[in-house]
C-alpha cells in the first residue's frame, strides 16, 4: 500500500481477463485498413486514445502522491513504519490488546524471503531497490539485515523525506535512501540490483507488463525479484472476466486506493514467463494475513484512531470507510493475497 506509478501502455494495461490477453492486440491500433481514409480514422482515434491514457494516468499518479502525503503519517503514527500487510498464522485468533501485529508485519518481510530462498547468510545481496518504499520500513528492515545498500522509489515527497529522516535517526543514512521516482521508469541502470522488491505496491501499477519488465530490467543476473501484492482471484478455465458483482467491490475499493485495474496471480506468473525467468512460483497468503484488515479497523474505532483519522483528513477517512470492503472481498474470495518471485538467469 505505497505509493509508486507510471503511464501505462495503452497495448498492455491488464483489464479483467484471461491469460490470453497478454497477446491480444487493440483492434483499434492494428485493424487493416482498407483504405488511407481508413488509416487516418485509426490513427486518429489512436493517438485520442493514448492522450486520454497519458491524461488519466497522470491524474491517477498525481491522486496516489496525494492520497500517501495525506496518510502516511496517520499510518505511522498508529502501525508504524511497516505500510504493509503482517503474516499470521491462518485461524490465528488475534485481538486489538495483541501485541503481536508490528511483529507479524515484520513476520512478512521474513516469510517473503523464505519462499523467495534468501536466507540470512546470502552472500550475494549487496544492493537492493525497493520499489514501492512507503516510508522506508523495508528497506531499513533488509539493509539491517543483509548490511546491504538498499534505495527506495515512491511517488510521494512527504513518503521519500520521512523515510529519509528515518533513516539517519537510526543511523542507516549511509545504507538506505530514498527518492520520488516512478516505478515503470525506474532511474537506474539494467542489472544493478541483487534483490528487487515490491511489497504492496503492484496493485498500483496501470500497467503490468511494463511494472514487471522494469523489475526485470534493474535485476541482476541471478538476482531474485519478490513481488508481494493484492491480486484478484485467477479466472476459471473459460472465464472472460469477473463476475459483475466481483468486479463491482473492486471498482470501489479502487476510486478510495487510487488503484487501477488488478490482476491474477496467474497473470503475473505469465509475465515473469515472457521473460524467460527462473525458479517463477506463486503462493496464495490470503489465509495469513486474513486478521490484518479486522485489526486496523479496530484500531481505527479507538479514541486515539479516531481522533488521528479525523485530524487526518478525508482521504484518511474514506480509506477507513472503504476498510470493510477489503474483508468482503478476501471473504467471498474475490480478493486474493498473492506473493510471486523469480530469478533472472546468469
Known amino acids: 500500500m505505497k505509493a509508486t506509478l507510471a503511464a501505462p501502455s495503452s497495448l498492455t494495461s491488464l483489464p479483467y481477463r484471461t491469460n490470453s490477453s497478454f497477446g491480444s492486440k487493440s483492434s483499434l491500433l492494428f485493424r487493416s485498413p482498407s483504405s488511407s481514409s481508413s488509416v487516418s480514422m485509426t490513427t486518429t482515434r489512436g493517438n485520442v486514445a493514448v492522450a486520454a491514457a497519458a491524461t488519466s494516468t497522470e491524474a491517477l499518479r498525481k491522486g496516489i502522491a496525494e492520497f500517501y502525503n495525506e496518510t502516511s503519517g496517520l499510518w505511522e503514527e498508529i502501525w508504524g513504519d511497516h505500510m504493509h500487510h ?92 530514498f527518492q520520488v521516482a516512478d516505478a515503470l521508469d525506474q532511474p537506474f541502470e539494467d542489472g544493478k540490483f541483487d534483490l528487487v522488491w515490491s511489497m504492496e505496491s503492484g496493485e498500483h501499477m496501470p500497467d503490468k507488463a511494463k511494472f514487471v519488465k522494469e523489475l526485470v530490467r534493474v535485476a541482476a543476473p541471478g538476482g531474485r525479484i519478490i513481488i508481494v501484492t493484492w491480486c484478484h482471484r485467477n479466472l476459471s478455465a473459460g472465464e472472460e472476466a469477473l463476475q459483475p458483482w466481483e468486479q463491482n467491490i473492486l471498482d470501489k475499493i479502487c476510486k478510495t486506493f487510487y488503484l487501477p485495474a488488478w490482476c491474477s496471480t496467474d497473470d503475473y506468473v505469465n509475465l515473469l514467463q515472457s521473460h524467460s525467468l527462473q525458479d517463477i512460483k506463486c503462493a496464495d497468503w490470503s489465509e495469513n494475513v486474513a486478521p490484518f484488515w479486522p485489526a486496523v479497523i479496530r484500531t481505527a474505532l479507538t479514541w486515539k484512531g479516531l481522533v488521528s483519522l479525523l485530524r487526518s483528513g478525508m482521504k484518511s477517512i474514506k480509506g477507513a470507510l472503504t476498510m470493510p470492503l477489503m474483508i468482503e472481498g478476501y471473504k467471498k474470495g474475490v480478493i486474493k493475497f498473492g506473493i510471486i518471485t523469480c530469478q533472472k538467469p546468469l
Do not use: W
Not at 118 to 136: R, S
Open 86 to 177: 503482517g503474516f499470521y498464522d491462518p485461524d490465528s485468533s488475534v485481538q486489538l490488546s495483541d501485541s503481536g501485529h508490528k511483529e507479524a508485519q515484520i513476520r512478512m518481510i521474513e516469510e517473503s524471503l523464505r519462499f523467495a530462498g534468501v536466507t540470512e547468510e546470502e552472500k550475494k545481496i549487496k544492493k537492493v531497490v525497493d520499489v514501492g518504499c512507503g516510508i522506508g520500513g523495508s528497506s531499513r528492515y533488509l539493509a539491517s539485515k543483509f548490511g546491504a545498500e538498499c534505495t527506495g522509489i515512491t511517488l510521494s515527497p512527504v513518503q521519500a523525506k520521512r523515510a529519509n529522516d528515518l533513516a539517519a535517526a537510526q543511523s542507516l543514512s549511509q545504507k538506505a535512501s
